[in-house]
């Protein structure tokens, strides 16, 4: 959702959460709604309820700020609500599930 496209001559990436989130109102919407997928995955997973408070914050103020023209565009580059997310998440399936924990890009 977030680091699918490197910006050119920048070390920048964005994703599917900028590109839609350009149509006003709407891809904002979406792009929540898609994110919500994340913390209905977490929840399945056995993510506490405070973690899963936590989540939906972080999808919300992006939701929320993301639908104010211009400065929500801007926004959404800067506040990456599904990155910090799966942050969350890891960290829980690292405590919780060590046998599934990443390392370097590899599994463990």
Excluded: C
Aim: proline share 4%; charged share 20%.
């Amino acid at each position: 959702m977030e680091g699918a496209i490197q910006l050119p001559g920048t070390s920048r990436r964005i994703g599917l959460d900028a590109v839609i989130g350009l149509v006003p109102v709407v891809g904002d919407l979406l792009s929540g709604l898609i994110g919500s997928y994340l913390v209905w995955e977490a929840g399945n997973l056995g993510i506490s309820r405070w973690t899963r408070a936590r989540m939906m914050m972080n999808l919300g103020v992006d939701t929320a700020i993301g639908m104010i023209p211009i400065a929500g565009d801007i926004f959404d580059l800067m506040f990456r609500s599904t990155s910090k997310n799966m942050r969350l998440l890891r960290a829980h399936l690292d405590r919780h599930h060590p046998g599934t924990m990443v390392v370097e890009g590899r599994a463990a």
